[in-house]
């Protein structure tokens, strides 16, 4: 069966300019092998689109867009329902769940399931009578409910109007639907809250004995202008509530806030949540993060669980320790701070800005824990108080989409017209990526829109610091421009650690201990200081973050990665720093330890791929330097390129060192046999096999030793390029040579060459042989990575011969054996070899949840084999045929949605 490959793939994958085009080509393959009904779906996808439901299935909800009111519920103390009664509160949460949605349906509302969580709904309705009025019916039908003995549900409910855009079946309106949330937030359960705007649309035409009563204006947790509230009142509901859960200027001094709160869902929650068991909660993070935001925030969701209030204490302007009591006491209204008169009281303090006057907050936090069991404090600061009982909170840049979010909603306060096209969209995306996430660089560059497009934006972020300035009165003069934010906590380090932060400046990408001492520990002013504890020191004042477990990186936001290259400029140690930094990658690429397979995954290569930045800023350095350094290190960096599917990347810079370092040697054979690889697998063959022949000139003019490996390039450049005879001929003489040499992992590389050969002539019984000998040897060897090789690659002729479990055993061993891996090309291999296993064994959605993923993977990569890409296709059509258009539909938003390890569980296991 195997030889039916060679009739297939006529389309070229290699001519693609951008991942778009890409999975056209490969749409417009796809469409060929399915049916007539796919074929036009098909056109501009990855694999067959889906624009309606299939046969019995729900047609997709079209969300209502206009002037719509939005209804937000959640029940009342379901946490400790759930741990107190789990089996009562299984059986009410169904019957809770039935009710409200029969309800809604009769009211002609529209469940936002993208939105609901656990017990709660989030319900749009086009009408703002049908939206109070199903509300209403939903509370009677609650309160009528027989619950099961201990899980009687309360529910509380909100209701705002606003109007809502809709754009790729989603709400982009973040604003009414924020406030709709701080309205439930504010009732009790069985009680309905009403914003003026729904009572003003709805008041007057409300039926069945319902009614608005006014309650008052009232500040709500999202901290924006005070909301006029009307309680929604019937003769068999519940009148009499405790006063709602908002802010009163008695027990709080938290501002109001004239912009709305963005993202920081999970922290929240998580310091929500921190907040039940520790009494302080130190929020850490550099400079223009948003801690006091999310601290004033936190506080506002905290109302009603301190009596005596929440209450701000702003330190920003203090540079005298002795004057933190005093600013305590004055914000607690005290005469002088007194902590005995405090012992009694229940309280949150929200100590704002202790990084300068560090000790005497920590002294006076630590007498409040002593003496006062009713009182927590939650901090914010660039470092610890290193207290007992301090829990530290690390507050990082903002996630992608609430960055992005983030910066619609501040650009449209300064361009209230404003209307973004998709790609202005995604330039903002690119804008707030370049910015790190940090909200203070963010809202600066959303201001800049008031004259400027996103596209100018982007451009001028070359020079950040420059562009990110605010003129605005009300903002404080540290957070005024982004360098001023940045420059504030960089004169708060001690001497040495400003020496260090400026010198880490140079790495790219992050750094390990080791590579931070022996680039950076030369030359310092003082004695006795320690790299180890300055980094981490660093990491203590939020200026350095740590990636990874067990072996630790290091490094530092972009923005202040150029921020300190400044500095280091400034000092006059740039160009120093800049040689420590590229010879010390020169030699580390020289080390027993480093990667060097090019063709197979290198084990090695998963430790050090987050050092390729590195490589490119030393490259950079290189230009400068000899032709042997830079020739040194594309070599060194290439089996990286190889990894992660930077093939174009590695082709240039080992083509432009080449043309640098003409002169006859070893370290040019090994860029020759580099550049000849990664050409081949971009499927580039006619560079593979000139630079395969010349390889192979140099190779025996520097010494048998080196020919056999330069003849493996040549001959597996022959066979991509269909030259089969030769391919053959020029194999059997390396294998020889490997042989002689007692080469086994040579010898194992070429057996799995010729093997495939066999593949392509039609001899699929051969290549198995081939294929398992060249597992075995390369397991001799010690070579895990060619053995992984070796037996992925022989899955496609024990498919095609229909040994199901057979190809299923042979890619969990290969999957077993990966072990820690950052290699997209072999993320690419797994996942697309068990969507064609799935597919070949009938299970249709899992095939077409991994071919999805395994699509977005060769996109980014730009991996090539047109032979082995046309089998894969023609393996997993039956499964999208079999699906259906539906079945397709969600089986690609599920894959979509899939992180990459998730993906790789999911492969691994019998799920479907």
């Not at 039940?276 to 130190?282: A, D, F, P, Y």
């Not at 420059?466 to 005024?480: A, G, I, V, Y």
């Not at 140099?698 to 089969?724: D, I, K, M, N, P």
Request: aromatic share 6%; hydrophobic share 45%.
């Amino acid at each position: 069966m195997i030889d039916g490959i060679r009739d297939v793939g006529t389309v070229s994958y290699r001519t693609f300019s951008t991942p778009r085009e890409l999975e056209r080509l490969l749409a417009d393959d796809l469409a060929v092998l399915l049916s007539e009904s796919f074929a036009g779906a098909a056109a501009g996808m990855a694999a067959p689109a889906v624009s309606s439901a299939g046969p019995g299935e729900p047609a997709e909800v079209k969300l209502p867009a206009g002037t719509v009111t939005f209804l937000l519920t959640d029940i009342e103390g379901s946490t400790r329902l759930w741990e107190s009664v789990p089996e009562a509160m299984e059986v009410a949460l169904e019957r809770h769940n039935r009710l409200v949605t029969g309800v809604i349906e009769e009211h002609g509302g529209v469940v936002v399931t993208s939105r609901g969580e656990g017990d709660s709904f989030f319900v749009v309705f086009p009408s703002a009578v049908s939206a109070v009025e199903a509300a209403g019916a939903c509370q009677l039908r609650l309160g009528s409910e027989p619950w099961p003995a201990g899980a009687a549900l309360r529910v509380r409910m909100g209701l705002h109007t606003g109007e809502a855009h809709v754009q790729e079946g989603d709400y982009v309106d973040h604003a009414p639907i924020n406030r709709c949330a701080r309205v439930k937030a504010a009732a009790h359960g069985g009680q309905v809250l009403v914003t003026q705007a729904t009572r003003g649309l709805a008041g007057e035409g409300l039926r069945g004995g319902f009614g608005l009563r006014r309650l008052g204006e009232f500040r709500l947790r999202d901290l924006a202008d005070p909301e006029l509230i009307y309680q929604l009142t019937h003769a068999d509901l519940a009148a009499d509530f405790p006063p709602i859960n908002t802010l009163s200027e008695r027990t709080s001094n938290l501002p109001i806030q004239v912009t709305t709160f963005v993202g920081r869902t999970g922290e929240l929650a998580q310091i929500a949540s921190l907040m039940k068991g520790n009494r302080l909660i130190t929020l850490m993070g550099p400079g223009g993060s948003g801690k006091t935001r999310l601290a004033v925030q936190v506080a506002a969701d905290l109302n009603g669980r301190f009596p005596d209030g929440q209450w701000l204490v702003e330190l920003a302007a203090l540079a005298d320790p002795r004057l933190v009591a005093p600013q305590v006491a004055e914000v607690l209204r005290q005469p002088e701070f007194d902590v005995g008169k405090l012992a009694a009281k229940r309280l949150l303090i929200v100590l704002d800005n202790c990084e300068q006057v560090i000790g005497a907050c920590a002294e006076l936090v630590a007498s409040v824990l002593r003496t006062c069991p009713g009182i927590a404090v939650l901090a914010t600061s660039r470092e610890p108080l290193t207290i007992a009982g301090e829990q530290v909170v690390r507050i990082g840049p903002l996630e992608a989409a609430d960055a992005t979010e983030l910066f619609v909603e501040r650009a449209a306060l300064v361009r209230p017209d404003l209307h973004l096209s998709a790609p202005e969209m995604t330039t903002i995306a690119a804008i707030c990526q370049r910015l790190d996430g940090i909200p203070l660089a963010i809202e600066l560059a959303a201001a800049r829109m008031r004259g400027m497009t996103p596209s100018e934006i982007l451009d001028r972020l070359q020079d950040r610091f420059r562009l990110l300035t605010s003129r605005s009165t009300t903002t404080s003069k540290r957070h005024q421009t982004l360098r001023a934010a940045v420059t504030w906590s960089y004169e708060l380090l001690e001497a040495s650690e400003r020496i260090l932060f400026r010198r880490l400046s140079v790495f790219s990408g992050g750094w390990r201990m080791a590579s931070a001492e022996a680039v950076c520990a030369e030359g310092f002013p003082d004695e006795g200081y320690d790299i180890t504890d300055l980094i981490l020191t660093l990491v203590d004042k939020s200026l350095v973050v740590v990636h990874g477990q067990n072996l630790s990186r290091y490094g530092m936001l972009e923005t202040l990665r150029e921020f300190g290259r400044e500095k280091l400029e400034e000092a006059g140690e740039l160009a120093e720093l800049e040689r420590r930094h590229g010879e010390y990658f020169l030699a580390l690429s020289t080390s027993a330890d480093w990667p060097t397979a090019m063709l197979w995954p290198d084990p090695r290569a998963h430790d050090v791929i987050p050092d390729l930045d590195n490589f490119r800023a030393a490259l950079r350095w290189s230009k400068g330097q000899p032709p042997d350094t830079e020739l040194g290190l594309v070599v060194g960096a290439a089996p990286l390129w190889m990894a992660v599917g930077r093939f174009a990347e590695g082709q240039l810079a080992l083509t432009e060192a080449l043309e640098r370092a003409p002169q006859p040697s070893v370290l040019r054979l090994k860029a020759l046999e580099r550049l000849g690889w990664l050409a081949v697998e971009h499927g580039d063959f006619d560079t593979g096999a000139s630079t395969a022949k010349k390889a192979l000139r140099l190779a025996e003019e520097l010494g048998s030793q080196f020919v056999a490996s330069a003849q493996a390039l040549l001959g597996y450049t022959a066979l991509q390029q269909g030259h089969r005879d030769k391919a053959a001929r020029v194999l059997a003489k390396s294998l020889r040579t490997f042989q002689a040499n007692g080469d086994l992992t040579g010898a194992a590389q070429v057996r799995h060459h010729q093997a495939y050969l066999a593949m392509k002539t039609g001899d699929p019984a051969r290549a198995e042989v081939l294929f398992d000998e060249a597992a075995t040897l390369a397991h001799q060897a010690q070579d895990t990575g060619l053995a992984t090789y070796a037996l992925l690659s022989g899955i496609p002729v024990v498919v095609d011969d229909g040994r199901i479990t057979d190809a299923r055993n042979r890619w969990m061993t290969a999957y077993k054996q990966t072990g820690p891996a950052d290699s997209a090309v072999l993320h690419l291999a797994l996942l697309g070899y068990a969507a064609s296993i799935a597919a070949a064994g009938g299970r249709s959605h899992r095939a077409v949840v991994l071919t999805e993923i395994a699509v977005g993977l060769l996109s980014e990569t730009g991996w090539q084999d047109d032979t082995l890409l046309a089998w894969f296709w023609r393996t997993v059509a039956p499964a999208y045929e079999a699906l259906g258009e539906a079945g397709v539909t969600r089986a690609r938003e599920e894959g979509q949605r899939m992180p990459l390890d998730a993906a790789l569980s999911y492969a691994a296991s019998d799920d479907d």
